[in-house]
């Protein structure tokens, strides 16, 4: 057992899911500790029931406006709603550490700013994370109920983890990916990576510059040239009003949730092109 805390930092409406956080999780992979908060959607202590999962990245910024770097995802509103439509879950929020997210958040290094701890720390994701949340929490383990999330840096290494850890990661939220880091290395990484069945969403806002929006275009039709099918195992969301915050993708998270939560799947039956 992890030498960890929980607490419960806010006291949520009946109809409403609940917020933990779960202190000092150690990372040897990283050398270092994190804390992790976790929604549990609403009803959960009051049934037997199991859920799907979604690991998310800079996770201090999801629910808590006093930890949030800037203005707080609400990340909370985007899953009650999913789970008023059918679709509850359990979200994971990783906490980011500061001075060391870029190099933990990038598969790559970039020349001027460093990076390329990213497998070590999704090791980390995948084998201590993950395996503690499915020990102390009633989750859905398999890969086609896990989604591995996050937005900017994070959202380029939770695409990173689809393809590099297939049997663990069966769905994708990507939003506005910082895919200029290491001079676009990720586009020749998809260019050669095998079609993965699942399901991706990708998103972009228009108010985040020419380049950032032209990269993530780029991306999707990256996609669709692996197999990735729109409407189907790809949704794609472009943003008018969209800049690069955090309002903003917790408003467009409210749009990921049901559509990589919907329980059909590409996974029997369907091949790579």
């Known amino acids: 057992m992890p030498e960890t805390t929980r607490r419960h930092f806010t006291r949520a409406p009946r109809r409403a899911g609940t917020i933990e956080t779960i202190a000092g999780v150690r990372s040897p992979e990283l050398g270092n500790t994190r804390d992790l908060h976790v929604y549990l959607p609403p009803g959960y202590a009051g049934t037997a029931s199991r859920y799907p999962v979604a690991y998310m990245q800079d996770g201090q910024n999801l629910f808590d406006p006093e930890l949030a770097f800037a203005a707080p995802w609400n990340a909370q509103v985007a899953a009650d709603a999913s789970a008023r439509l059918g679709y509850p879950l359990i979200i994971v929020g990783i906490a980011n550490l500061g001075a060391h997210r870029v190099d933990e958040y990038s598969p790559f290094a970039d020349r001027r700013v460093g990076g390329g701890v990213g497998d070590r720390y999704l090791v980390f994701v995948r084998d201590r994370v993950k395996a503690m949340i499915d020990r102390e929490y009633r989750t859905l383990p398999g890969r086609e109920h896990t989604i ?126």
């Open 148 to 273: 591995i999330g996050g937005a900017s840096m994070g959202g380029l290494i939770a695409l990173y983890a689809y393809f590099r850890f297939p049997e663990v990661f069966g769905r994708a939220c990507v939003q506005s990916p910082a895919l200029w880091f290491a001079e676009g290395a990720f586009f020749d990484y998809v260019d050669a990576a095998t079609y993965v069945p699942g399901r991706i969403f990708l998103d972009v806002g228009r108010r985040e510059g020419v380049q950032t929006l032209y990269n993530a275009r780029r991306l999707r039709d990256a996609l669709h040239a692996r197999g990735f099918v729109e409407g189907d195992s790809l949704r794609w969301i472009e943003d008018r009003v969209g800049a690069h915050d955090e309002r903003a993708w917790g408003r467009r998270l409210k749009r990921a949730l049901p559509f990589l939560l919907e329980s059909r799947t590409l996974e029997n039956g369907m091949r790579a092109p």
